[in-house]
């Protein structure tokens, strides 16, 4: 059983398009996290969610909306697409806990986006 | 600024070289997490450890060994006897209170392994 899923795994879609990624956990972690690969693999983060609560949310164009149906769910919604939002976006899960396994975040295989 | 600085952009070795991944971080914070991933050509991001700050103690799984010192705000990785699987992008990560736990990456090394 995968732990942490996406779909699609690739997406490629036209400019000014509407797009939707999805992400779900089955390892009962109650934070998800989306992270953005660009070009360069640079890895950033995007957003964070804590048993459906918004946590963090960085400095991320307001087209791009996290949703949070319930803690094992996370899906980005992004709006207008523009080229520089090609990239791969990451989805990634982690237990709230100080020690033992908790803070360690597990990926899922990511979703390459191209935008044409 | 950079928190997580991976000096080395690209390595490249032979099997059977022994090859350290540098890792150099910046915080204010007393307890924080640093860990390394492996992102092989296939594209996924794999765990490979992490450490809490309140524990320098050096780890080794296998080929792998991991040295961690506060003193010097280092957390290298040592693959010992690389093999061509070993050949990937490796990424140093620091997680902090203040930044909500979030990852904040080093920009990555890319190893490459040849026979």
């Known amino acids: 059983d995968t732990a942490v899923s996406q779909t699609p795994k690739y997406l490629v879609t036209q400019m000014g398009n509407d797009k939707s990624i999805k992400c779900e956990q089955n390892l009962g972690h109650d934070t998800m996290y989306w992270y953005k690969q660009d070009s360069k693999k640079f890895l950033k983060i995007m957003f964070s969610?804590?048993?459906?609560?918004?946590?963090i949310n960085e400095t991320v164009p307001n087209r791009f909306s996290p949703k949070s149906p319930d803690k094992a769910h996370l899906n980005l919604h992004i709006n207008s697409l523009e080229l520089g939002d090609s990239a791969v976006y990451f989805c990634?899960?982690?237990?709230?806990?100080?020690?033992?396994?908790?803070?360690?975040?597990?990926f899922g295989p990511g979703t390459r986006l191209l935008v044409l | 600024a950079q928190k997580v600085t991976q000096a080395q952009t690209e390595i490249s070795v032979v099997e059977k070289e022994d090859v350290t991944l540098d890792c150099v971080y910046e915080t204010r914070d007393t307890t924080y997490y640093l860990f390394w991933y492996k992102q092989p050509p296939s594209g996924e991001l794999v765990f490979l450890i992490r450490r809490n700050s309140f524990d320098e103690q050096n780890e080794i799984s296998g080929r792998y060994s991991w040295n961690f010192q506060k003193s010097t705000s280092s957390f290298n990785f040592t693959i010992t006897a690389s093999q061509v699987v070993d050949s990937a992008v490796y990424f140093c990560a620091l997680s902090e209170a203040n930044s909500g736990y979030a990852l904040n990456f080093g920009k990555g090394t890319s190893l490459l392994v040849t026979p």
């Open positions: 969610y804590n048993n459906k609560e918004l946590i």
């Open positions: 990634a899960s982690s237990q709230d806990l100080a020690g033992g396994p908790g803070k360690t975040q597990y």
